[in-house]
């Protein structure tokens, strides 16, 4: 998400009642706890009523870390066959109509009915459970460790290499995958850079990274046509340090990733990457920037925000035509891409409103470059925003890069 009303930000601030506590206790048979012990975990327990089985919880504080609406909890001691029901206090982004849970982990699923709506701040949701440990989350979580294992599944194709595009402020590995094929084409191939978790909350938009990426090395010849004639990054976590604390990100001080690309940025991850855009914008082979969001909850389609208007020359708007065009054709479906972009900003000041997709168009510009630089939102509070509905809109984003790449091809 990327231009919200500032106000939601004080929302999150409200919710912390006295007395919490992460129940991080073992749990002996028949008794419900709650943990938050592992890389994203983030929820504190308001109350637990053991005998109805109801867990409240806010997400975790995280002063000067971004939003608090990104909650990821495992409950152990269950009753099988029996229904959890747990309430969720944060504002609208961090309550979907449906939470997901998980029995190990990895395969995640909605719940089956819809939350109960308490007013703008509460959701009551309940789940019949065949298990005595589920895991609950916002959505289907993405960490760090999620990065490295795609990056290593990637890498085992020989045309792909792992990069490390930086240390994080924390000292994390930022892991990046380069891909790019033997060909006819060798020199000044077009560059295509996709990276996600600009904010750390809105993990779909790193499955819909994965969804590109595993896309991009399958045996699709549109595919293989793509990684024959480009060379593509892909950062499938940029905000490493926040995901694994399981903090949110967005508006974190002294201000997140998404404004961070400033003639001196404050993480490594996004100077490294700005350093890398640079050289690919001077030596005219950028063609593609695309940053990766979820947004709010009110959003049932694919839509893209494109640069302020002063940056919208006209060949650069031709350009967007032309992906647009595509991107309408591949993302299909109800929540597919239909024309809908975000507000455009009207002005824009290099120095108060360092967005990356801004700076990326502004410096283009400057070298007489068209690339296309844009942040695709992908819905997130509808039946597909889940893992397999991801991955599939991350495979028609590769489709769409593809062909606009190659129409240039003879
Ligand atoms: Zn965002």
Redesign the pocket.
């Known amino acids: 998400?990327?231009r919200e009303l500032l106000c939601l930000v004080l929302l999150t601030k409200c919710f912390f009642v006295t007395n919490v506590s992460i129940a991080q206790t073992s749990t002996s048979s028949g008794t419900m706890a709650v943990f938050t012990d592992f890389p994203g975990g983030s929820a504190v327990v308001k109350n637990i009523d053991q005998e109805r089985q109801i867990i409240r919880i806010v997400p975790e504080s995280n002063p000067g870390r971004g939003w608090e609406v990104w909650w990821y909890f495992r409950v152990e001691g269950l009753k099988v066959g029996s229904t959890i029901t747990f309430e969720v206090t944060s504002n609208g982004f961090g309550l979907p109509d449906k939470a997901q849970f998980s029995y190990d982990n990895k395969k995640w699923a909605h719940i089956d009915q819809a939350g109960e709506r308490k007013g703008r701040t509460l959701m009551i949701y309940s789940q019949k459970v065949i298990q005595s440990t589920v895991w609950l989350a916002w959505g289907p979580p993405f960490v760090l460790s999620d990065a490295e294992a795609l990056v290593k599944k990637v890498t085992k194709k020989p045309y792909a290499r792992s990069l490390e595009l930086a240390r994080s402020i924390e000292g994390r590995s930022v892991p990046a995958v380069v891909v790019s094929q033997k060909g006819t084409a060798s020199k000044n191939r077009p560059v295509i850079w996709v990276q996600a978790r600009?904010?750390a909350w809105?993990s779909g938009?790193s499955w819909v990274g994965r969804g590109f990426i595993e896309w991009l090395v399958s045996k699709d010849p549109l595919a293989e046509s793509l990684r024959k004639n480009a060379l593509i990054y892909f950062v499938p976590v940029l905000d490493v340090d926040n995901v694994e604390s399981g903090a949110g990100g967005?508006q974190q001080l002294p201000h997140d990733h998404?404004w961070d690309w400033s003639a001196s940025p404050h993480f490594p991850e996004v100077r490294a990457a700005k350093s890398k855009i640079s050289g690919f914008i001077a030596d005219k082979s950028l063609k593609v920037f695309m940053d990766l969001?979820?947004p709010g909850a009110g959003n049932k389609e694919v839509l893209f925000f494109v640069p302020a208007k002063p940056l919208l020359i006209s060949s650069r708007l031709q350009q967007q035509d032309e992906f647009f065009k595509i991107a309408k054709e591949e993302m299909g479906g109800p929540s597919g891409f239909k024309g809908l972009l975000g507000p455009i900003g009207e002005g824009w000041d290099a120095l108060k409103e360092p967005a990356c997709d801004c700076w990326v168009a502004d410096e283009s510009n400057k070298a007489g470059l068209d690339a296309l630089a844009v942040t695709m939102?992908t819905p997130w509070n509808i039946s597909e925003g889940n893992q397999s509905g991801y991955l599939s809109r991350g495979a028609e984003l590769g489709r769409s890069i593809a062909r606009f790449v190659l129409a240039d091809k003879p």
Do not use: G, I, R
């Open positions: 998400m990327k600009s904010h809105e938009s967005k998404y969001h979820n939102e």
